[in-house]
């Protein structure tokens, strides 16, 4: 190859290379253009599969996102810890160590129920509604054994108590003619029902 073609080649490259960078260039500026003028535009919608909100850190705090069944929130402490956490029918608050405190939620058959845990997330109070659409209020003894059960039933209140071994000891409600009924039982089953004119 000659001198006078190897210049040639190199004006080619090098008009080449001015028009990639002219085009650009002018690309860059059309785009802050553009972002300049859409700067203090509000945008009507915003769509997305999931959205975070990081700390300083780079940490989720704020999470919102979509599942099988709908959209959850959740919200996070500085190091990730859950906090709180809404879907699926229901709301959940934890302590910032993964451990949930409190559900709020809709049972299967279409009931309302608030539920509170202790630290080693055994639920302690259960408050709802029966099978048949009446309130209901129970306590736990923080391993799964029901304690005490305060209810409406179809004649009235009722008060029934178990031992931690989860054998029924006594109950207090209304009978069926509308009067009171005290029971209490020993651990056998053996015991009596108190009702008036007894």
Do not use: C
Not at 66 to 74: A, H, P, V, Y
């Amino acid at each position: 190859m000659t001198m006078e073609e190897r210049f040639e080649r190199l004006e080619q490259i090098n008009r080449r290379w001015r028009a990639i960078a002219l085009s650009l260039g002018l690309v860059i500026g059309a785009g802050l253009i553009m972002a300049q003028s859409n700067a203090n535009k509000i945008t009507d919608v915003i769509q997305t599969k999931r959205l975070e909100v990081l700390n300083k850190k780079g940490i989720p705090v704020v999470t919102l996102e979509s599942d099988q069944r709908g959209g959850r929130i959740l919200t996070a402490t500085v190091d990730g810890n859950l906090l709180f956490e809404t879907g699926d029918g229901e709301m959940s608050l934890y302590d910032g160590h993964g451990q949930k405190l409190a559900q709020l939620s809709a049972t299967k058959d279409g009931q309302g129920m608030l539920a509170t845990y202790n630290h080693n997330g055994e639920g302690v109070i259960a408050l709802g509604a029966t099978k048949n659409g009446r309130g209901a209020f129970t306590t736990y003894n923080g391993e799964g054994q029901k304690l005490v059960s305060l209810s409406a039933t179809d004649h009235g209140g009722a008060v029934s108590v178990w031992n931690n071994a989860g054998q029924a000891v006594s109950t207090i409600r209304a009978s069926e003619n509308g009067d009171g009924e005290v029971g209490a039982w020993n651990p056998d089953g053996k015991g009596q029902k108190l009702t008036p004119g007894q």
